[in-house]
């Protein structure tokens, strides 16, 4: 990671890291509620059947969510509304075609999945056929579930719009009213109408039709300052073909994630009662750093990586600022998995036992957080550049390594080997995406990040006190110190 020749969109840069904090403050506080969601499930459901047959609902929904939602979206759609913005004829029909073809596909999707419910868990889950009643709990829950997947596709609409505006706290603040409305009926339902077993799970899947209501209805205010947004029957405008160029090749890469979550819920529904839910509650802890760093910094940078000339050069600096931040993290959060799992999910119906295996889970998944946040910030480097091919091709081996190690690591190690997997499957897509990028990392300066990371890691590995809240807090320092070095080193305050 050489030093810079010269010092090309400094403002540009500022302005990037700027919008990362408003993006990772939203982002925070919504995740914030994510996490106490989670706690909540972890405490009213633990590992057990009904746990199981609602995080395998939920990833058959939130599939469809990413596949028309805000990955999809913020690559394909924001480009191209960004492009348009000194034609507002243009850009008014655009959206119109755009949002009546979201509004239709999401709403057919919505009634299809309702009434193709039992065959969605045939396919994603079978393993419940084994058990009757978890078949039959599946395929209600599902059927409950399913509206959310058009309320969340219209949240997405609106975040690329407001995202195209360089507005990025909004659409990352509106999961906050996804998670707090999830919680205000799951709370109501389990402490107030005492709703148990079926009962309780089905009012959980409410919850998630509401919380999604929300999200979308949060944004809609801020939509119609900056944008009129109307039904159209003049959907397939000349406009429109850009769109489809862009969104037909990046299919791939958008779904290639959700297919992996889908294929673990596959492979995991045949395993021991419980195993599926220590894979989604570690997912979840893995996911909090990288939807604030990694997805953050791809949503932010992809317009101001699409305005910078030296683009190498701010692919570089952004390389510098996560691992320089997500290496010390990565670290401290698998010295301290217990501890993270043991203080987020162990009450209630959630054991010791629980926590321990959890635990493992979770070390594994976060061996995957660098190179994932990496890949995401990487991949900004081709979109701007329109160079989607290359993009294709990581997810094409993400994919197909995981679906090679995955079952080889499911006979050996068991649950635990799927989140290995996932981790292996991230490290070939960022492999592959530097082979077809030209040379930016500096070797010598590479080694000497190495050196000093790996005398770091030494002394956080080191225990210096008894209580594990301290051990956490100092370990917590001594991050910050690597991190603030580095920011120095690297002049990351420029960024």
């Known amino acids: 990671m050489g030093s810079p020749r010269s010092n090309p969109g400094k403002t540009i840069r500022k302005k990037t890291f700027k919008n990362l904090l408003i993006f990772a403050s939203g982002t925070l506080i919504s995740r914030i509620f994510g996490f106490l969601r989670e706690i909540f499930l972890a405490y009213s459901l633990g590992a057990s059947h009904l746990s199981d047959v609602f995080y395998a609902c939920f990833r058959i929904v939130n599939f469809l969510r990413v596949f028309l939602g805000e990955s999809l979206m913020q690559v394909s759609l924001v480009p191209?509304?960004?492009?348009?913005?000194?034609d507002k004829k243009k850009l008014k029909k655009f959206i119109g075609a755009t949002f009546s073809l979201f509004f239709i596909i999401s709403l057919i999707l919505s009634i299809?999945?309702?009434?193709?419910?039992?065959?969605?868990?045939?396919?994603?889950?079978?393993?419940?056929?084994?058990?009757?009643?978890?078949?039959?709990?599946?395929?209600?829950?599902?059927?409950?579930?399913?509206?959310?997947?058009?309320?969340?596709?219209?949240?997405?609409?609106?975040?690329?719009?407001?995202?195209?505006?360089?507005?990025?706290?909004?659409?990352?603040?509106?999961?906050?009213?996804?998670?707090?409305?999830?919680?205000?009926?799951?709370?109501?339902?389990?402490?107030?109408?005492?709703?148990?077993?079926?009962?309780?799970?089905?009012?959980?899947?409410?919850?998630?039709?509401?919380?999604?209501?929300?999200?979308?209805?949060?944004?809609?205010?801020?939509?119609?300052?900056?944008?009129?947004?109307?039904?159209?029957?003049?959907?397939?405008?000349?406009?429109?073909?850009?769109f489809f160029k862009l969104i037909i090749p990046a299919i791939m890469g958008v779904i290639t994630n959700e297919v992996i979550i889908i294929f673990t819920t596959f492979l995991a529904s045949f395993l021991p009662e419980g195993e599926l839910s220590y894979l989604s509650y570690s997912f979840r802890l893995r996911?909090?750093?990288?939807?604030?760093?990694?997805?953050?910094?791809?949503?932010?940078?992809?317009?101001?990586?699409?305005?910078?000339?030296?683009?190498?050069?701010?692919?570089?600096?952004?390389?510098k600022l996560s691992i320089s931040v997500l290496f010390p993290l990565v670290l401290l959060l698998i010295i301290h998995s217990d501890f993270i799992v043991k203080l987020f999910f162990e009450r209630g119906n959630f054991t010791h036992?629980?926590?321990?295996?959890?635990?493992?889970?979770?070390?594994?998944?976060?061996?995957g957080i660098l190179p994932s946040s990496l890949f995401?910030?990487?991949?900004?480097?081709?979109y701007s550049r329109k160079k989607i091919i290359p993009a294709n091709i990581s997810y094409l081996n993400m994919l197909t390594s995981f679906l090679v190690f995955s079952p080889i690591l499911l006979k050996t190690m068991g649950y635990a080997g799927l989140a290995l997997s996932s981790s292996?499957?991230?490290?070939?897509?960022?492999?592959?995406l530097n082979f077809y990028t030209?040379?930016?990392?500096?070797?010598?300066?590479?080694?000497?990040?190495?050196?000093?990371?790996?005398?770091?890691?030494?002394?956080?590995?080191?225990?210096?006190?008894?209580?594990?809240?301290?051990?956490?807090?100092?370990?917590?320092?001594?991050?910050?110190?690597?991190?603030?070095?580095?920011?120095?080193?690297?002049?990351?305050q420029e960024i």
Not at 155 to 161: D, P
């Open 287 to 319: 996911h909090f750093p990288v939807a604030i760093l990694g997805i953050g910094l791809a949503t932010v940078s992809l317009t101001y990586m699409s305005e910078n000339k030296d683009k190498l050069f701010y692919l570089q600096k952004i390389y």
């Open 376 to 382: 995401n910030v990487h991949l900004n480097y081709f």
């Open 438 to 492: 030209p040379e930016f990392i500096d070797k010598k300066e590479f080694l000497k990040f190495i050196i000093i990371s790996l005398i770091f890691s030494l002394i956080v590995l080191k225990k210096f006190f008894i209580n594990n809240f301290i051990e956490f807090s100092f370990d917590s320092f001594l991050s910050l110190i690597f991190f603030f070095y580095f920011r120095k080193k690297w002049k990351l």
């Open 80 to 86: 191209l509304l960004v492009s348009m913005k000194n």
């Open 424 to 432: 292996i499957a991230n490290f070939f897509a960022l492999l592959t």
């Open 112 to 242: 299809l999945g309702i009434i193709f419910s039992p065959f969605l868990i045939s396919i994603f889950a079978p393993g419940f056929k084994k058990i009757s009643f978890k078949f039959i709990y599946a395929q209600n829950t599902l059927k409950i579930m399913f509206p959310f997947v058009f309320f969340i596709v219209i949240s997405a609409y609106f975040g690329a719009l407001l995202n195209s505006e360089k507005k990025f706290f909004v659409p990352s603040f509106s999961p906050f009213f996804f998670n707090f409305f999830f919680l205000v009926v799951g709370i109501f339902s389990l402490f107030f109408l005492k709703l148990k077993g079926n009962f309780f799970l089905y009012s959980l899947s409410v919850a998630i039709v509401i919380g999604g209501f929300f999200q979308a209805f949060f944004q809609f205010p801020f939509i119609l300052k900056r944008f009129k947004i109307y039904l159209t029957k003049n959907i397939f405008i000349p406009e429109l073909r850009d």
């Open 353 to 367: 036992v629980d926590t321990l295996k959890t635990s493992v889970a979770f070390i594994l998944f976060c061996v």
